[in-house]
């Protein structure tokens, strides 16, 4: 059975290896995707692309070009 003062250590030592870690770790991979196609609805323009890990689709005003890249 585990007592108080070894949980607690055991709890302060993960928050710190967290901490540590994530000042080491980026926290996310930027990914380009390509214009793949769009569509008007309303007002809005939905622009739909192509990126590694999957689709992916923003909407903007329906007079705005869609960019022809965007980063995820």
């Given at each position: 059975m585990f007592t108080t003062r070894a949980i607690i250590s055991l709890v302060f030592a993960?928050?710190?290896f967290i901490v540590v870690l994530a000042a080491y770790v980026p926290l996310g991979?930027?990914?380009t995707c390509?214009?793949?196609g769009e569509q008007v609805?309303?007002?809005?323009?939905?622009?739909y692309y192509s990126c590694p890990t999957g689709d992916a689709a923003?909407?903007?005003?329906?007079?705005?070009?869609?960019p022809l890249s965007i980063n995820r």
């Open positions: 993960s928050v710190l991979h930027c990914v390509f214009l793949s609805s309303g007002l809005n323009k939905i622009c923003i909407t903007i005003s329906s007079v705005q070009l869609c």
